[in-house]
């Protein structure tokens, strides 16, 4: 009967883990990009404040990816108050990430970037690779 017992103590605290585990899902969103465009990257972190406001921004996990021409917008001179609220953006933890690849292709280096942003070597792989990992895309 003890034996009986403790299997049903472990099946439940079992039960309640699972419940728990459940509770601590994260959502992922990943936002594109690839135009030269202080309005899509507004767009991009107005989307992305609209998804932290809705999940609660602890429980979304967010990265814009900037490729191709959109490496432009965010050079270290970019129009005010875009420095402004990157760098307030990525305390909020909207992360930003920049291709290095088309950073390359445009003959600038990371010194000639926002400082609030990351790199990763290639956009499009970023947004492959994460889109495997089941990230929810959008371009807008």
């Known amino acids: 009967m003890k034996l009986k017992s403790y299997a049903l103590i472990l099946l439940l605290a079992g039960m309640s883990l699972g419940g728990h585990a459940?509770?601590?899902?994260?959502?992922?969103?990943?936002?594109?990009?690839?135009?030269?465009?202080?309005?899509?990257l507004n767009a991009?972190?107005?989307?992305?404040?609209?998804?932290?406001?809705?999940?609660?921004?602890?429980?979304?996990e967010i990265e814009i990816v900037v490729f191709g021409p959109g490496v432009q917008t965010v050079k270290y001179y970019?129009?005010?108050?875009l420095p402004e609220r990157v760098k307030q953006e990525k305390y909020n933890g909207i992360?930003?990430?920049?291709?290095?690849?088309?950073m390359r292709a445009a003959k600038l280096r990371p010194s000639d970037m926002l400082r609030d942003v990351s790199y990763v070597p290639s956009g499009v792989v970023e947004i492959m690779e994460k889109q495997k990992l089941g990230w929810s895309y959008v371009r807008p």
Request: charged letters at 25%.
């Open 22 to 40: 459940a509770e601590q899902v994260k959502e992922h969103l990943l936002i594109q990009v690839s135009e030269d465009s202080v309005e899509r």
């Open 44 to 60: 991009a972190l107005n989307a992305a404040k609209f998804v932290q406001a809705q999940y609660g921004a602890p429980n979304v």
């Open 78 to 81: 970019a129009p005010k108050p």
């Open 95 to 102: 992360r930003i990430v920049v291709c290095d690849y088309s």
